[in-house]
């Protein structure tokens, strides 16, 4: 922790120690473990069931033959009987049916890690927002520290000018009292840029002292770009699980065909004219089919084919906010573009008036309040610009977050990535 806290830590380096510190992570894994777990489960619809079975039973009454002939005994049947088997039923065919639960299963990882993504890429705005704050406080601190700087050399030539009577007690006292003032906007700012850098720390799990800016890439700037969002797959995953739980109806009308067995011991066994213990078996093979089923499954069909045209317009209805943002965000982008001209125009303007305030303020010309007035508008335009430049960039990082550009990966099932 201590040597990373020593460290100055990129923002790219903050957006993957975020997601990697997520405690919802973890759900990834354990979906991936859940999906497992079930297909496993399908699979053994493949494998025989086997049940073992018993029991005893008396009867009233038996079938008996009622015909007597010459030396001919008809025996009947016990009115006890006795029976433990064990039965089993192999599936031969089963439609289809094993295999699209299977493909089910994937579809619904598939969405459910797409909306992990889509929560975990909601953390960008988070870490860009403090991120740019600490380095918008950063910087404007440095601003003013070269201010306080500036007014403190002057201080001293005022209060060698006080000694040498050349120069009243209030000149001194004035920039005393706009040096307080900087160091009142230092304390501000040094106490927003601690907050941020808590922010970053806790998102993070990680202590973080300190960021670098980052390099402007200007062909971000292009607001005509592919939109890559986590959830427009989170869209598509869930119109493909929609169309394999379609899929899903029509192999559950499908025949099944399978193979049945029974062995056991009892009294009787299949000879039912026997009143002794014996063994028996008996093997075949079997169809089920439901051929009506009075329209469910057509129901069925249509309830899910509107909840699919209901994901096609959440998906329409988040496209059209994107570019609604993205339209919204390269206007900013031109704007701070635009001041940043102004004030890099007006910084050069303010810091030549400061100089020659200064000088007419070592000869006496003007007092020192004319003079700290001219440093505080310099002070405010070199504040702005600084501002701006952070502005822009932070404008630029939050295009690529709107249009997807986010460096880490989406999130893949488990044996694809």
């Known amino acids: 922790q201590l040597a990373f806290a020593q460290q100055t830590v990129t923002l790219e380096e903050c957006y993957r ?35 073992v079975n018993g029991q005893a039973t008396y009867q009233s009454d038996v079938t008996k033959v009622n015909i007597s002939m010459p030396n001919v005994t008809i025996p009947s049947v016990s009115k006890d009987q006795y029976k433990a088997y064990a039965e089993f039923r192999q599936s031969i065919w089963d439609g289809g049916l094993t295999l699209v639960n299977q493909n089910l299963e994937d579809a619904i990882l598939k ?16 870490v860009a927002q403090a991120f740019f704050t600490v380095l918008a406080m950063g910087q404007q601190k440095e601003v003013l520290q070269a201010q306080k700087k500036v007014l ?54 990680k202590k973080i002292d300190s960021v670098s800016a980052p390099e402007v890439d200007q062909s971000e700037i292009k607001p005509h770009r592919e939109i890559s969002r986590p959830e427009l797959q989170l869209f598509s995953n869930q119109v493909a699980q929609i169309e394999t739980q379609k899929s899903l109806l029509d192999k559950k009308r499908n025949p099944k065909v399978y193979g049945f067995g029974q062995a056991g011991y009892g009294k009787p066994g299949l000879n039912m004219l026997s009143d002794k213990f014996d063994t028996y078996y008996l093997v075949g093979v079997g169809v089920s089919w439901n051929p009506f089923d009075w329209n469910q499954t057509d129901r069925q069909k249509q309830v899910l084919q509107l909840r699919q045209e209901m994901v096609q317009q959440q998906e329409k209805t988040f496209s059209q906010n994107i570019q609604l943002l993205l339209a919204q965000q390269s206007e900013q982008i031109n704007k701070l ?45 070199k504040f702005n610009r600084e501002l701006h430049e952070i502005q822009l960039k932070e404008a630029i990082e939050k295009q690529r977050i709107i249009q997807g550009k986010s460096p880490h990966p989406n999130l893949p099932p488990k044996g694809e990535g």
Request: proline share 1%; aromatic share 2%.
């Open 17 to 51: 120690l975020t997601r990697e510190n997520y405690p919802n992570l973890k759900n990834a894994e354990l979906l991936q473990e859940i999906t497992a777990l079930n297909k496993e489960n399908i699979s053994t619809n493949y494998l025989p069931r086997v049940s």
């Open 152 to 205: 403190q050399e002057k201080l001293k030539v005022v209060q060698s000018g006080i000694r040498n009577q050349m120069m009243e007690k209030s000149a001194a006292l004035t920039i005393e009292a706009e040096i307080l003032n900087l160091e009142q906007n230092e304390l501000q700012l040094e106490t927003g840029k601690s907050a941020a850098l808590k922010m970053l720390s806790i998102l993070t799990g």
């Open 337 to 381: 573009e635009k001041l940043l001209e102004k004030d890099n125009k007006l910084v050069e303007l303010k810091t030549e008036i400061t100089k020659i305030t200064a000088s007419k303020l070592e000869n006496g010309t003007i007092n020192s309040a004319d003079y700290v007035r001219d440093v505080q508008a310099e002070t405010v335009a």
């Open 111 to 126: 969405s459910n890690l797409s909306e992990l993504e889509v929560e975990l890429y909601k953390l960008n705005d988070q």
